[in-house]
């Protein structure tokens, strides 16, 4: 390893993080150990866990009763859920995405956890010969897609992203998006000693929550692919689903704990967890359109502020000034509703701007692309579609299924050697631990990763690898 390379990982490792996307970057960072990354697991964790507030907290504490407790919840959600249908079918409008672009800024803001879709249970894999954790694991394998691409949850949701053209919004994003997603990548490293946790996190993870049923009803409705959100509610269910999975890890790997009552309160810390951060619910609460046009062309602004005709003047300004400092560039919007050139809650074929960027003759034409098109239009549309589900300019949905990774030509390797180190080998556990770094995180949606999650599953879930087969 280059020397420089190595002083730069050392600097990471030993790093007094202060921001959330640095801690995720080095949890998702191969080229660090996993006894480096259990080590800031540790840190991290029990610094968040000594911020947080258990008093107004509803946990039972007696393990007979968490089962029916969660299953009451469930109810209450799903009676929340007929409601809400209720009121759809009676006439009532979208009560989370009213059109296209607010769809689109809830997939982007939500984007960083959903990167790391069943994070928090990877540390247990390191168990996989010991029985208890096995219902967990298989979780864990299921959120992988059992190696499938077309499976895989964050293959599913990294898909999404690039076929709405959104994948580019995301690293725009304020640090406050990573919290949660660093919290589960830490739990994707805690040492044992914080087990307990994981299963209370993973209790709370797997239940069915009323937004998700919503979001999967809103954005098939405006015409976006929800086959990750719909996947989620048929695999947390409390039948036989993750959901139920959980309860049984949970009875299982209790008995196996001398202190009951120390396990139940790191478990319900471990629940607790799940509210650090934002929520999807307050994702939803703040959606700002205008926000994410301002954004939009303030990175338009980087490359367009020399190439405008300075005739065309704004309060004494050139458009080319306007542009030149990105700080202006939301001043510059009120200039534009103020001066009529965009016009809110109306038509955007009555807002001289629209036309500028959406018309062939348009002088703009060509500037923005279709999705960035789409939120400006949604923006300045506002309220004037509101009584019409049919005027919003739908996004073509699509049923194909992720290709299957096919040979890369860029490919170092890596792999093929793999493979053949497993073919060599007669020891499962040999075979299994060479298989683990893969399953990490970073790994698992990956050409190298996907492949061995199939052999893991093989392995040790030889009922799951018919279920794979079945999918196929």
């Not at 959100?229 to 890890?249: E, P, V, Y």
């Not at 631990?433 to 040790?460: I, M, S």
Request: overall charge negative; proline content about 3%; glycine content about 4%.
């Amino acid at each position: 390893m280059p020397v420089a390379v190595k002083e730069r990982l050392l600097d990471l490792i030993d790093k007094n993080h202060q921001n959330y996307c640095d801690i995720v970057n080095y949890f998702m960072n191969s080229q660090i150990t996993q006894h480096a990354k259990e080590r800031k697991a540790a840190i991290f964790l029990r610094k968040e866990i000594q911020t947080l507030n258990l008093d107004s907290l509803e946990f039972p504490l007696d393990l007979n009763k968490i089962p029916e407790w969660l299953c009451n919840d469930n109810k209450v959600q799903c009676s929340e859920y007929q409601l809400y249908k209720d009121r759809r079918s009676s006439g009532g409008e979208r009560e989370y995405f009213k059109n296209v672009s607010q769809a689109f800024e809830f997939l982007i803001k939500v984007a960083p956890v959903k990167r790391v879709d069943g994070a928090w249970l990877y540390s247990l894999v390191h168990y996989w010969n010991d029985p208890i954790f096995h219902e967990l694991i298989q979780i864990y394998v299921e959120e992988l897609g059992l190696g499938l691409a077309k499976s895989n949850h964050v293959s599913l949701f990294d898909d999404l992203l690039v076929k709405l053209g959104l994948e580019h919004f995301v690293l725009e994003l304020e640090d406050e998006y990573y919290h949660q997603p660093a919290i589960q990548l830490a739990l994707a490293y805690a040492p044992p000693e914080f087990i307990p946790e994981i299963v209370g996190f993973n209790l709370g993870y797997e239940q069915l929550p009323l937004h998700l049923l919503i979001t999967n009803y809103e954005l098939n409705e405006l015409g976006i692919n929800s086959q990750y959100f719909n996947l989620h509610i048929t695999i947390d269910n409390m039948d036989n689903g993750h959901a139920d999975l959980s309860i049984k890890a949970l009875e299982k790997i209790y008995k196996k704990f001398k202190d009951k009552d120390s396990f139940i309160e790191k478990m319900k810390i471990g629940f607790a967890l799940n509210n650090k951060g934002l929520s999807s619910r307050q994702i939803i609460k703040n959606l700002n359109s205008e926000a994410l046009v301002v954004n939009i062309l303030k990175r338009k602004a980087l490359v367009g502020n020399v190439i405008h005709n300075d005739k065309c003047k704004f309060n004494n300004r050139s458009i080319n000034e306007w542009l030149s400092e990105p700080n202006l560039v939301e001043e510059f919007v009120e200039l534009l509703i103020e001066k009529q050139w965009i016009i809110l809650n109306q038509d955007p074929e009555q807002s001289r701007f629209w036309k500028l960027i959406s018309h062939e003759e348009g002088k703009m034409y060509g500037v923005f692309n279709a999705t960035e098109k789409q939120i400006i239009h949604d923006w300045i549309a506002g309220d004037y579609f509101k009584q019409s589900h049919s005027k919003y300019k739908k996004v073509s949905s699509t049923s194909s299924a992720i290709d299957e990774f096919m040979f890369s030509y860029l490919a170092d390797g890596e792999l093929e050697t793999l493979q053949q180190q497993i073919s060599e080998s007669g020891n499962l556990a040999v075979k299994i631990n060479k298989l683990l770094p893969y399953l990490a995180p970073h790994a698992h949606h990956k050409e190298a990763g996907l492949w061995c999650t199939q052999r893991f599953v093989d392995y040790l879930f030889p009922f799951l690898s018919e279920k794979k087969s079945s999918i196929h």
